[in-house]
């Protein structure tokens, strides 16, 4: 099964907040990323944080993470039609190595006007 | 463009041939990754390069795959005698160090007809 899961659509009214949740498996997880896939683009990091961390906050974004749970969940807050993207959640247990990088199925977000 | 390039964007291959995939890393970059995205799953970790060596090549199939990363020129994602089951996006990414976080190009779409 997947290390990472992620629910694949989520659709919010221009203006409002939008949550993106991501749930992941392993417990040695120490750096949880979130990506955004704009239409015809590579991926591009838009935050990350550390296991030690609970709370991270960026302008619009907010990353919340239980890691009792192991539940990682993305708020973009006065959300707005350039949001449009699919937003990729993923976990790497160490720093040292970029390939041990895994990644969910990614979450597509509609805006709608 | 300074970013990682990829090309083509789309290809179309016969079961049977030959499909090259081809990346160039940022200026600077001397780390190359390949992930494989299967529709509606997430990105799968294929191969890992430094500039002529394989580094990590414990995600992509034994048979029909190989990848190279010469010392001049981009490097080339090779899948002979492909089968529908190769369709998908194929992604490259690099990076400065095996440390630093990922910039990723835009991908190419294989479909398999």
């Known amino acids: 099964g997947e290390d990472v899961e992620q629910s694949l659509f989520l659709s919010v009214r221009e203006g409002d907040s939008s949550v993106i949740n991501c749930t992941y498996t392993?417990?040695?997880?120490?750096?949880l990323y979130w990506y955004k896939q704009e239409p015809g683009a590579g991926l591009q990091l838009l935050t990350y944080?550390?296991?030690?961390?609970d709370m991270k906050q960026d302008q619009r974004l907010t990353v919340l993470l239980n890691k009792k749970d192991k539940h990682l969940s993305l708020r973009i807050a006065d959300t707005q039609t350039g949001d449009s993207a699919i937003y990729f959640c993923?976990?790497?247990?160490?720093?040292?190595?970029?390939?041990?990088?895994?990644f969910g199925a990614g979450t597509r977000l509609t805006v709608k006007p | 463009n300074a970013g990682v390039m990829q090309n083509p964007r789309h290809l179309v291959r016969r079961r049977g041939q030959e499909a090259r995939l081809r990346c160039s890393p940022m200026?600077?970059?001397?780390?190359v990754y390949w992930y494989r995205q299967l529709p509606e799953e997430g990105l799968k970790f294929m191969v890992y390069?430094?500039?002529?060596?394989?580094?990590?090549e414990s995600g992509m199939p034994k048979e029909r795959f190989s990848a190279e990363f010469p010392k001049e020129g981009p490097s080339i994602l090779r899948i002979q005698q492909v089968v529908r089951g190769d369709s998908a996006a194929y992604f490259c990414?690099?990076?400065?160090?095996?440390?630093?976080?990922?910039?990723f190009g835009s991908g190419t779409r294989l479909t398999i007809v």
């Open positions: 990414a690099s990076s400065r160090t095996a440390r630093n976080g990922y910039t």
């Open positions: 392993d417990s040695s997880s120490t750096y």
């Open positions: 944080i550390f296991s030690n961390m």
């Open positions: 993923a976990e790497s247990p160490t720093a040292y190595n970029n390939n041990d990088m895994r």
């Open positions: 200026k600077g970059h001397s780390h």
């Open positions: 390069l430094q500039k002529e060596n394989i580094i990590d």
